[in-house]
């Protein structure tokens, strides 16, 4: 049964897919705008998820900003559904640039490997889809999607653009071995980490965050590189490589595990701050026992 409603989902999204791919660009976006709109906000899938969050970090925030940036939010997410599978590369043509990328390459002459830490914010492929076009071996660090068809569909695109993936589960093995052959290995950093992660504060409250990367960079030696996407109002991007961080003279223990945790994350939340409407607002960030009441 569970394969039937697979089927049918793909089938669902291609057939959509299709009829978006026929239109042009400007009615893409428009369309697309509209159907967020009223699946998000009219239908309220995950709306109340968003405002609940957004009350959160943004207290001083009255109702009317909250809706705006709630339905800013939404039309941001239809324009990276747009680039990420309907537009063609040609469409970034003129309208793409990258700074800093020299620090990969600094990262890189380490010969330990590089990390690259992002978040889903702004179009987030793209961002990994930069490094991929520059470097031979990258490999992002992927959860593994519901629709095994789907989750299928997303690996060939990624293969595509010569992006390997490593799924969450079980991941270390494959990523120390990628890291050894001083491969670039990229992590999304910013949803609830459950059990697997350790307790810091995220825009001013209490979460779960992964302590992995931390655990890795310390005990290895390894660089870590943070990048994000930014898109502004007219559709251009700017990929911003950030100066590696070095973590060579930490000693490993709990202590700097949580430090470097900490570190890392206040570099997405710098980026959450100063551009809130194109974060995925949608994941739920702060939950039991650190859920905030509506």
């Given at each position: 049964?569970?394969?039937?409603?697979d089927?049918?989902?793909?089938?669902?999204?291609?057939?959509?897919?299709?009829?978006?791919?026929?239109?042009?660009?400007?009615s893409?976006l428009?369309?697309?705008?509209i159907?967020?709109?009223?699946?998000?906000?009219?239908?309220?899938i995950?709306?109340n998820v968003?405002?609940?969050?957004l009350?959160?970090?943004?207290?001083?925030?009255?109702?009317?900003?909250?809706?705006n940036?709630?339905?800013q939010?939404?039309?941001?997410m239809?324009?990276?559904?747009?680039?990420?599978f309907i537009?063609?590369d040609?469409?970034?043509?003129?309208k793409?640039?990258?700074k800093?990328?020299?620090?990969i390459?600094?990262a890189?002459?380490?010969?330990?490997?590089?990390?690259?830490?992002?978040?889903?914010f702004?179009?987030?492929?793209?961002?990994i889809?930069?490094?991929a076009?520059?470097?031979?071996?990258?490999?992002?660090?992927?959860k593994?999607?519901?629709?095994?068809?789907?989750?299928s569909?997303?690996?060939?695109k990624?293969?595509?653009a010569n992006?390997?993936?490593?799924?969450?589960?079980?991941a270390?093995?494959?990523?120390?071995q990628a890291?050894?052959?001083?491969?670039?290995?990229?992590f999304?950093?910013?949803?609830?980490?459950?059990?697997?992660?350790?307790?810091?504060?995220?825009?001013?409250?209490?979460?779960?965050?992964?302590?992995?990367?931390?655990?890795?960079a310390?005990?290895?030696?390894?660089?870590?590189?943070?990048?994000?996407?930014?898109r502004?109002?007219?559709?251009?991007?700017?990929?911003?490589?950030?100066q590696?961080?070095?973590f060579?003279y930490?000693?490993?223990n709990?202590n700097?595990?949580l430090?470097?945790?900490?570190?890392l994350?206040n570099?997405?939340?710098?980026y959450?701050?100063?551009?809130?409407?194109?974060?995925?607002w949608?994941?739920?960030?702060?939950?039991?026992p650190f859920?905030?009441?509506?």
């Open positions: 049964m569970n394969y039937f409603r089927y049918i989902e793909v089938i669902l999204f291609y057939l959509f897919l299709q009829y978006f791919k026929k239109l042009p660009t400007k893409v428009y369309q697309l705008k159907i967020a709109f009223v699946l998000g906000y009219c239908f309220c995950r709306k968003v405002m609940r969050q009350r959160l970090v943004f207290p001083e925030k009255n109702t009317r900003e909250i809706k940036l709630t339905k939010i939404y039309a941001e239809a324009v990276t559904v747009a680039e990420v537009f063609t040609t469409y970034f043509i003129d793409s640039e990258v800093g990328i020299e620090n390459d600094k890189l002459e380490y010969g330990q490997g590089v990390i690259v830490i992002s978040a889903h702004s179009n987030w492929e793209l961002g889809k930069t490094l076009k520059r470097y031979q071996n990258v490999s992002g660090v992927v593994q999607q519901r629709n095994m068809l789907f989750d569909f997303i690996e060939a990624r293969r595509e992006i390997q993936t490593i799924k969450m589960k079980n270390i093995k494959y990523v120390l890291l050894k052959k001083n491969e670039i290995v990229v999304a950093i910013d949803q609830y980490a459950f059990k697997q992660g350790v307790e810091i504060d995220f825009l001013g409250h209490p979460t779960l965050a992964y302590s992995s990367i931390a655990q890795i310390i005990k290895y030696r390894i660089p870590v590189v943070p990048a994000f996407d930014l502004d109002e007219v559709g251009h991007h700017k990929a911003i490589f950030h590696p961080f070095i060579d930490m000693a490993y709990e700097n595990v430090e470097v945790t900490k570190k994350n570099v997405v939340e710098n959450i701050l100063e551009y809130p409407h194109l974060w995925f949608v994941h739920k960030k702060w939950r039991k859920q905030v009441s509506k």
